[in-house]
């Protein structure tokens, strides 16, 4: 499977951007995904998850509330609606496919977009 993550861009604190994270080679339907970022000079972190067959998600502390990640099945991309942006959020946003061990961690996962980079100017 290919991940084609995009929708990042520059937009000022309190701003909203959508990400949106396309699947080529097979459809979400029984897969768990995943949005991680990564800023300058720190590890990847954990921003939220779907699975999809359940409609469940789970998101990090420090962005419940402002974020919400979302399926659509007929487009087989998973977005992440970002609202309430801080310049903290700034990073480059992954999204990631079929974990095997604990969700929240990156290294469960298997497959990878290319990272799409989010800029919150203050």
């Known amino acids: 499977v290919q991940l084609q993550a995009s929708g990042g861009g520059l937009v000022q604190v309190g701003g909203s951007l959508r990400l949106s994270c396309a699947a080529s080679?097979?459809?979400?339907?029984?897969?768990?995904v995943a949005w991680f970022r990564q800023a300058p000079g720190k590890e990847r972190e954990f921003v939220a998850t779907i699975t999809w067959s359940y409609g469940s998600t789970y998101y990090a502390d420090s962005v419940k509330g402002r974020f919400t990640i979302s399926g659509d099945n007929i487009k087989n991309t998973v977005y992440l609606q970002m609202n309430s942006l801080k310049p903290e959020d700034t990073a480059v946003y992954y999204c990631?496919?079929?974990?095997?061990?604990?969700?929240?961690?990156?290294?469960?996962?298997?497959?990878w977009g290319q990272g799409t980079l989010v800029t919150v100017s203050s």
């Open positions: 990631a496919a079929d974990p095997r061990g604990v969700i929240i961690r990156s290294s469960s996962y298997t497959y």
């Open positions: 080679g097979r459809t979400f339907s029984r897969s768990v």
